[in-house]
């Protein structure tokens, strides 16, 4: 009796905390669920006001570019000046309603009086051009005193474009305006400053251009929404050129956090209904107290050697069944066969559906592992996505091979994670036992390569340990020890220069450094090769200072616009990069303008805060950032609209069959229009035929790369071209 009456207020007052505890944690967890959905429905929404307008601005340059492809024309001209009604309506005025879906065109003369006017597909009187005069009047206006102003050029040297656009409402409606001169297309029709005629051009912002827009950013209820409706906070305002408001942009708001917060909470009140019970049973265990502790003796014991998110034995366990195993293999003369294996690109998995995803991912692997392979075996957990698999007993090599093939047919199958249904692969490495004499550490190093050699060859795929693979460890590690000498100066390592050049064939816009090493054993080493050693070894960091300094170094003495050197991911991650760089080039004396570093679209993916912070060093510090290999990956195109990647480089791959493939042509079309969407520069690589050249050229593209312009060349075969050397510069000044 008295030990129950000293238990009694123990009891109640752990009851107490414990409820009070359970209380407040199930308040932050609710609060902190509803701040989370408000959060997140914020960000939708602005994300979806921001795709509004940037496809309204979409829509104008559209526009714009509709009306440019009539009005700089010989022809235009011509026909305007003559008076050929019939033409202009076939040509300038009902053929933009037809094919564009303009709604209204009207052709000024100098004047600013109307020759012509269409509507709705219809030509209309003239004088109708008085009806709207009024709003038109002001773009009219600042264009013709755009065109009194001596014109001029844009970024190429050519006559900047000249036109007057605005938002403007016209009976009551928004519409896009857009005010372009005919101007001539070619040098056989001259045309005196002030008499140019005007292409009006006015198309309607209706529900078909909402509708356009709404398809495109997969939103629903998008509708125009005049000034006198409400409208919520998912709305744009069409504003023109004075701050006015014509109207706006409405559409039914996506909402991800409350949906999110409606889908889980039956899943939130079973589960409060489960840790309601929960609580009662752990109140209820205080009365046994010293059972409870014993069961968490245990516990602590099983944990020492057991993985907490599988249940699995971790590495401490695994090592001692290995060498236990090997040990009783060796004395009844039989094979054990070790399976190192693990998941490929699970990395990805935690970056895109999050670490709890990767964690369920790493539970029914183990799950699958443990219900394939026979009672005896052992598989255990390394960390990570790393397994072990221990064979006993196994007979043959082609006993372990099937295991193995078996384990990665059962890891094909879809994996339910969260609500997200997934297919991975893995790969395995495999090593057998030679007999008394094998070591634990020396079996799971063979492992290891193997499982290495799988990967490098395609991932998804096991391999066996064969001899041959420890020769090729040795021989990456001589290359290593190779290239720290030729580093440290002991030569070998040099760069050749390939230029590039404009469209005409014949202008050099700037060269590219390329790596390479003249192996005195092996002979000239694929760059590839020696640069994924380097980046292995952790020599990447040591081999790109190298390069990026004699780049900048053989730049200085050049004319050379600018030159390109390459760099590895793995130096964007290195928060130190953008002060070595700017070291480099202080060192140099070259011009930061002058220096393009080449790098592949890969680092869209890592969304790495630290490549994000040095990207935008280096381009604060004048440095110019290329996306290499374009168009091989998975961009992010808020990405490059985020990050103002300055150039483009398409590749080779897309370029090699443009005269042959309808699709490659396609692809590159495409590639080149959105650098030219996104104002950045592009450049075709790998450029190898008279017809590829006149393709890419014909699609836009201003700067080309490859053997049919110039193979790689050494640094005095560069020099040697016309307008690289500093020397041609003087020369030329001299015969001045």
């Known amino acids: 009796m008295s030990a129950r009456h000293n238990s009694s207020p123990l009891t109640r007052q752990v009851t107490l905390t414990v409820l009070t505890l359970a209380a407040f944690a199930l308040a932050i967890v609710v609060g902190f669920g509803f701040y989370a959905a408000g959060q997140a429905d914020n960000a939708s929404l602005e994300r979806q006001k921001m795709f509004i307008a940037d496809g309204l601005q979409d829509q104008i340059a559209a526009v714009e570019r509709e009306q440019e492809s009539v009005s700089v024309w010989d022809d235009a001209i011509a026909n305007v000046r003559a008076g050929n009604q019939t033409w202009i309506e076939e040509n300038l005025s009902v053929w933009m309603y037809t094919y564009y879906g303009h709604n209204r065109v009207y052709i000024l003369d100098a004047a600013n009086h109307a020759i012509h006017a269409m509507r709705e597909g219809k030509v209309v009187d003239a004088s109708a051009y008085g009806e709207d005069q009024p709003v038109l009047l002001p773009a009219i206006e600042k264009l013709r005193g755009m065109l009194a102003q001596a014109p001029e050029a844009d970024t190429s040297g050519q006559p900047a474009k000249l036109f007057a656009e605005d938002l403007v409402s016209l009976d009551g409606k928004p519409a896009i305006l857009s005010v372009m001169p005919l101007v001539p297309s070619s040098d056989k029709v001259t045309q005196a400053p002030g008499t140019e005629y005007l292409h009006v051009s006015v198309e309607f912002i209706n529900d078909a251009v909402i509708g356009k827009l709404a398809r495109k950013y997969l939103l629903e209820g998008a509708r125009l929404a005049p000034l006198s409706e409400q409208v919520g906070p998912a709305a744009v305002p069409l504003v023109d050129s004075r701050g ?19 889908k889980i909470a039956p899943a939130l009140a079973v589960a409060l209904l489960l840790a309601g019970g929960v609580l009662v049973f752990l109140l209820r265990r205080l009365r046994r107290a010293s059972a409870a502790l014993q069961t968490s003796q245990d516990q602590a014991q099983y944990l020492a050697f057991h993985d907490t998110l599988t249940g699995l034995p971790n590495r401490a366990l695994f090592e001692d069944r290995l060498r236990r195993t090997l040990l009783f293999a060796s004395q009844d003369r039989t ?84 609500d997200d249904q997934v297919f991975v692969s893995a ?22 390569i193997a499982l290495y050699e799988a990967k490098k060859n395609g991932r998804g795929r096991y391999k066996l340990f064969a001899g041959d693979m420890d020769d090729l460890l040795l021989r990456k590690r001589k290359v290593e020890s190779e290239l720290r000498k030729a580093l440290d100066g002991e030569g070998g390592i040099k760069l050749a220069y390939q230029p590039v050049f404009a469209a005409d064939g014949r202008g050099i816009l700037g060269a590219e450094a390329l790596i390479r090493w003249g192996h005195e054993m092996h002979g000239a080493l694929p760059a590839a090769q020696f640069i994924a050693i380097a980046e292995e070894r952790g020599l990447i960091g040591e081999l790109g200072k190298w390069a990026l300094s004699e780049a900048c170094r053989f730049a200085v003495t050049t004319e050379l616009p600018w030159i390109a050197v390459n760099i590895s991911p793995m ?24 220096l393009q570093l080449e790098t592949t679209e890969s680092v869209l993916l890592e969304h790495n805060d630290a490549i994000g912070t040095v990207i935008a060093a280096l381009r604060q510090s004048g440095v110019h950032i290329v996306l290499d290999d374009f168009g091989t990956g998975y961009s992010s195109l808020s990405y490059l609209r985020r990050q103002a ?92």
């Open 427 to 448: 790969s395995v490495g495999i090593a057998l036992s030679s007999g008394s004499d094998t070591d634990a550490d020396d079996l799971l190093r063979k492992a290891d």
């Open 645 to 736: 990647i300055d150039k483009l480089k398409i590749d080779r791959s897309f370029v090699r069959l443009l005269d042959e493939d309808q699709s490659a042509r396609a692809i590159v079309k495409t590639l080149i229009e959105l650098a030219l969407a996104l104002k950045v520069e592009v450049t075709a690589e790998g450029v190898e035929t008279d017809a590829q050249k006149a393709l890419l050229v014909g699609m836009g593209c201003r700067q080309l790369q490859g053997y049919l312009l110039s193979p790689p060349l050494e640094p005095g075969q560069l020099l040697a071209l016309p307008g690289v050397s500093s020397a041609d510069r003087e020369l030329s000044a001299a015969r001045a």
């Open 244 to 262: 006015v408001i014509l109207g706006y942009i409405g559409w039914d708001q996506l909402r991800p956090g409350l949906a999110l917060v409606r």
């Open 571 to 594: 130096q964007l991650r290195d928060v130190g990069f953008a002060e070595e760089v700017a070291e480099i080039l202080r060192q140099t004396g070259l011009d930061p303008s002058r």
């Open 335 to 418: 094979r054990v066969a070790l399976l190192y294996l693990d998941l490929d690109r699970f990395k990805h998995i935690n970056d895109t559906l999050g670490h709890p995803a990767g964690d369920e991912l790493v539970r029914q692997t183990a799950a699958r592992l443990k219900h394939t392979i026979r009672e005896v075996d052992t598989v255990a957990r390394l960390g990570g996505d790393e397994f072990a698999v221990i064979l006993l007993d196994v007979p043959d090599v082609g006993s372990a091979e099937d295991i193995a093939e078996r384990l990665l047919l059962k890891l094909r199958g879809p994996f339910r994670l969260i």
